[in-house]
T-cell receptor
Framework: ETGVTQSPTHLIKTRGQQVTLRCSSQ?????VSWYQQALGQGPQFIFQ???????GRGNFPPRFSGLQFPNYSSELNVNALELDDSALYLC???????????????FGAGSRLTVL | AQTVTQSQPEMSVQEAETVTLSCTYD???????LFWYKQPPSRQMILVIR??????QNATENRFSVNFQKAAKSFSLKISDSQLGDTAMYFC????????FGKGTRLHILP
């Protein structure tokens, strides 16, 4: 049973550029969620996908968008990058999501994005 | 709106001692879930323990236990017989319609 893998592990972009981060869910999981963790802060929920549809979103602007694919892997896209987007982006997968606390989140090790 | 507050930015204890990490939260909901997650330097968040708000019994997982005070909206984590591998950031989190994390407590276990 594989865990959650994220790529790339580190990347550097400049203001105004676009970035795509990728996440492979743990085998058997059908729900994926994304989090932004700024330095010295706790993770902040960006959005969640369940069976390829977004079913929850935090307080992030529309330039943060995502996709979930039939194999339950996922992408986070951020357009028009700003300096404050510099953070660790975490992906987590779970089984039969929709905010059920009974489902344990399995996290990846994150993608660290630096915006210059 | 849900909020989670961890008032201890950093703590240090000697190996084998017991340590308690504090967490308070605020929610207007009745059925919710609470969690403690550990984030070691490898950055991967690991679930330590979880508590369903409708259960009065405090959750335990080996050396980890919680003191859940629903009326006070308090959810502290006790680590017994602390080990060097417990050194990490610890995040308290609440879940109703979305998960909210606190800012974390950096825990150092000293040899």
């Amino acid at each position: 049973e594989t865990g959650v893998t994220q790529s790339p592990t580190h990347l550097i972009k400049t203001r105004g550029q676009q970035v795509t981060l990728r996440c492979s869910s743990q085998s058997g999981h059908n729900t994926v969620s994304w989090y932004q963790q700024a330095l010295g802060q706790g993770p902040q929920f960006i959005f969640q996908y369940y069976r390829e549809e977004e079913n929850g979103r935090g307080n992030f602007p529309p330039r943060f968008s995502g996709l979930q694919f039939p194999n339950y892997s996922s992408e986070l896209n951020v357009n028009a990058l700003e300096l404050d987007d510099s953070a660790l982006y975490l992906c987590a997968s779970s089984l039969e999501g929709s905010y059920s606390g009974a489902n344990v989140l399995t996290f990846g090790a994150g993608s660290r994005l630096t915006v210059l | 709106a849900q909020t989670v507050t961890q008032s201890q930015p950093e703590m240090s204890v000697q190996e084998a001692e017991t340590v308690t990490l504090s967490c308070t939260y605020d929610t207007s909901e009745n059925n919710y879930y609470l969690f403690w997650y550990k984030q070691p330097p490898s950055r991967q968040m690991i679930l330590v323990i979880r508590q369903e708000a409708y259960k009065q019994q405090n959750a335990t997982e080996n050396r980890f236990s919680v003191n859940f005070q629903k009326a006070a909206k308090s959810f502290s984590l006790k680590i017994s017989d602390s080990q060097l591998g417990d050194t990490a950031m610890y995040f308290c989190a609440s879940l109703y319609d979305k998960i909210i994390f606190g800012k974390g407590t950096r825990l150092h276990i000293l040899p």
